[in-house]
Nanobody, 118 residues
């Protein structure tokens, strides 16, 4: 089993930056799929950024050019650097990881709240 714990959320004014971290423990993998998701009140969960098994990153159009996803396998940590934050980025942010055998997200963190004020 893998456990994921997010941190780094908080309140920030529009235009500000935050860096989210997600530390994995238990059984961890270095070449699985990893990603960040978010869910705002009354809205469906959406993918924000992903790294596939080859290490290629992809982003939702709404965050492209502002957010950067990265992973440090030596620290078992996934990051999401968020710059130029907008009020519409306000949401609970979750990290997720797949097993080593496919790219289906199986492990989820509890979430960290990000609030952006105008």
């Amino acid at each position: 089993q893998m456990q994921l714990v997010e941190s780094g959320g908080g309140s920030v004014q529009a235009g500000g930056s935050l860096r989210l971290s997600c530390v994995a423990s238990g059984y961890t993998y270095s070449d699985n799929c990893v990603g960040w998701f978010r869910q705002a009140p009354g809205k469906e969960r959406e993918g924000v950024g992903h790294i596939d098994r080859r290490g290629s990153a992809s982003y939702a159009d709404s965050v492209k050019g502002r957010f950067t996803i990265s992973r440090d396998n030596a620290k078992n940590t996934l990051y999401l650097q968020m710059n130029s934050l907008k009020p519409e980025d306000t949401a609970m942010y979750y990290c997720a990881q797949s097993g080593w055998w496919n790219c289906t997200y199986m492990y989820w963190g509890q979430g960290t709240q990000v609030t952006v004020s105008s």
